[in-house]
Each structure stands twice: as C-alpha cells, then as structure tokens.
DNA sequence: TCGTGTAGCTTAACAGTGTTAAGTTACACG
DNA sequence: CGTGTAACTTAACACTGTTAAGCTACACGA
C-alpha cells in the first residue's frame, strides 16, 4: 500500500484527474486502467495502490463531483431570498449541475450494481446534497408556504421529480424534447404548484 | 446469415429468452456471451447469426418487454372512466412496470452509450409508449380538466415525473425511502395537482 | 442414386479486459 | 556502509466480445 504522504497523496490526485478526464471523454465502460495508466505514465498496476478496483476508482471521483454540488447548495441556501425561492433556486442547480456533469451524474444513478448484494447508498456525499434539499423543505412548511408537514415524503417527491427530467435530458439526448429550459421550468413550476396547492 | 425459418426464429427466440433470464438474474455486464450460449447449448458464435451483438441483443429484448408495456397502456386507454382517471391510471401502470421489470427498465435508461454517437431514441417501442401518454394528455385537454393546451409540454413534464420516482426506486435501493406507494402516490398527486392548477 | 449447394453450427484464434503475485529499484536512516 | 521499505514494474491469469474459416448434414435437381 502506497503511504500517506504529500507525494503520494499527488499521485493519488493525478489518477482520479486522468480517470475523470478519460471518463468524461469516452465514456466510463470505454475506459481501461491500463489507458489511465498510461495517460500519467505510469503501469496500470499502480493504480491498484491507491484504489481497491476500477469501481473504486470511479466512487472516490464521483464522490469528489458531488462535494461541489453540496457545496453550491449550501451557498444557496444562504441567500437572502424566500425559503419557497430558495428551495426553488436549490431545485434549479442540481438540475444544471447534473447537465454540467452529464457522465458523472449518468454513472451515479445507473445501477452498475446489476446482480449480487445491492449497492449500499453512498452516505457520504449523495446524502449530504439530499439532506440540503431537506432543510430548505422544512423552511418552507415553517413559514406556511408548503402546508404538507410530512418533510420526508415532500423531498423524496421533489427528488424524484427533479432527477427525474435531468435523467431524461442526459439518457434519452435522441428524443425530440421541447426547448430544454422550458421542460426544466415546466417541470419546477408544476412540482412547486403541486406541493402547494 | 441464419435464414427466416420456423426453426431458425426458435432458436432466435431461445437465445432471448436465456439472455434475457439471466441478464435479468446477474446483470447484463455480467453476463457473458458464452454464458448465454451454454444455457441453450449452443456455441458463442451461434448467438452472431441472430443478433449482430451484444448490445443488439438486448436492445430486441427490451424492445420486446416495452412493447408489453404499450399493450398495457393500451389497454387503459380503453376504459370508461374520465380522461384525468384514464391519466392517472396510465402514469401508474408506467411506474408499476418499471419495477416490475427492473432490469429492461434501467438498462433502457442507463446511457451505456458512454461516447460516440448519441444513442438514436429508440422510436419503435419507446416512442409507441409515450404516444399513449400523449394521447391521454390531449383528451384531458379536450375535456378541460387540463387547462394549459401545450401538449407537447404537459407530456413531458409527466414522464420527467413518473421516471423520476421509477428510476430513483429502482437505481437507489439502498435509500431510505418512505413507503413506496405513498412516495408514488405522492408523485402522481403532485404532478397533476401541478398540471391541472 | 449420386452430386452439389447451402443452412446451420463449430473450431480456433485475436485483441483486448480487470486484476494480482512476485520482483525490482532507489532512497532514508541507523 | 547496510538494511528496510516505499513506490513502482514485470509477467501472468482468467476472462471478455468478436470474427474468419471450416465442418456437417440435409434438400434438391439430374
């Protein structure tokens, strides 16, 4: 096992750079350690030094994109503006970030699981975006612009809604979607309508 | 190049049939051709004469489980209850399909196109079971019950809904989710409160 | 009945994959 | 100077999707 120094750590960081590159580029299954490897010129053995797997590997860069969405949400969460706006604006960016981040997004919610123990849900990071989009469902139902006081069924339903057209935009890039940020708002206006009414 | 006989189409058919059991049991990334031709005692290469690949194969299959789907929602369309019920009924069974065909369902929305081309929608069973929304969309509009007349829009917005909540309980079952048919009814609740306000 | 075409399947191989056991190198430190 | 070990590599295993070439058995015309 490669030590926990400064030098190694760069090392480290330049696998998971080249990995994310690559991925992005061609795509995760089109990818091979040993293209990896050979892109920071090392063997693709190494690589095994500082990741479990090739799954590993994607995890840890996949983990590393989405302590960027959590951070821009709690940034928003911390504006001046209404809570139902804010929730809103919260709702807008994981769709974009997820637009912005198409592969990384795609890999997450894909169940590359297929068979045996089923994945365990990434506590880490995955969590601590959904639990931002809790917060701002709480501050709605405390200031009376969501009456449902049922917090969790509300977020899962936003989740749902909101994952749900930022998965369509990334699969389905061959159907003929109407304009994207009129489908985008189309499906912020209906869900916000819903919950509120 | 096998030729279109009554026993050729059998063996065609058997080969989907294996393929489709066991990618449904392991996963289509771990089944191998070679595993699939053992099941029906057959060599690998037999497989080359009916499918051109891998990905060919299970594309046909899936077109095979969604045009069920459309079936279904066929079917629904003919009911004599109201338009709005009719709707519901259909983004309904669209869910419940989805999880009860887990496998075809994630696959189908799970951009293994990685790079390249964009994967060409799928117009032959895919776009058979969204014209089936579309319709229902179009009679709630006829009848009033939805007032906004963008089709086009309405039907989207649906789909971005229903495959949200299909796909998040489907890729994500290691979440905590609420119960699932509250966290479905709240989907559907919320969606047509959205659309009809 | 014999020869021939061909449908249907197989053999053998290629080029690639993720992964690992064992080995090498070079440097830090007593 | 000698030794330990961190960091990396060599070589291989068992597997993958895929294909070119070959075999076999039967249908059919002469």
């Known amino acids: 096992m490669a030590a926990a120094?400064?030098?190694a750590e760069s090392v480290r960081q330049s696998i998971m750079d080249a990995a994310s590159e690559l991925f992005v580029a061609e795509g995760y299954g089109n990818v091979s350690m040993r293209k990896i490897a050979q892109?920071?010129?090392?063997?693709?053995?190494?690589?095994?030094?500082?990741?479990e797997d090739k799954a590993d590997l994607l995890n840890q860069i996949c983990d590393q994109t989405f302590a960027q969405l959590t951070r821009n949400?709690?940034?928003?969460s911390k504006l001046s503006v209404s809570p139902l706006e804010?929730?809103?604006?919260?709702?807008?960016?994981?769709?974009?970030?997820g637009l912005n981040h198409p592969n990384h997004y795609a890999i997450v919610f894909s169940s590359i699981s297929a068979a045996g123990p089923p994945v365990e849900f990434e506590t880490s990071e995955g969590e601590a975006?959904?639990?931002?989009?809790?917060d701002s469902v709480a501050a709605c139902q405390a200031?009376?612009?969501i009456k449902d006081q049922n917090t969790e069924l509300i977020s899962q339903?936003?989740?749902?809604?909101?994952?749900?057209?930022?998965?369509?935009?990334?699969?389905?890039?061959?159907?003929?979607?109407v304009e994207q940020?009129?489908?985008?708002?189309?499906?912020?206006?209906?869900?916000?309508?819903?919950?509120?009414?």
């Not at 949400?73 to 928003?76: C, E, G, K, R, T």
């Not at 975006?129 to 809790?134: I, P, S, Y």
Request: aromatic content about 12%; overall charge positive.
């Open 129 to 134: 975006a959904f639990n931002t989009l809790r």
């Open 157 to 177: 339903t936003l989740w749902a809604g909101i994952h749900g057209v930022t998965s369509l935009l990334i699969t389905q890039q061959g159907f003929p979607f």
């Open 5 to 7: 120094t400064v030098q």
């Open 86 to 97: 804010r929730l809103r604006l919260g709702l807008r960016e994981y769709i974009q970030f």
């Open 181 to 197: 940020t009129a489908l985008i708002d189309s499906v912020l206006d209906t869900l916000i309508a819903g919950i509120t009414a």
């Open 143 to 145: 200031d009376g612009s």
């Open 39 to 51: 892109k920071i010129g090392y063997t693709p053995t190494t690589i095994y030094l500082y990741f």
């Open 73 to 76: 949400l709690v940034a928003i």
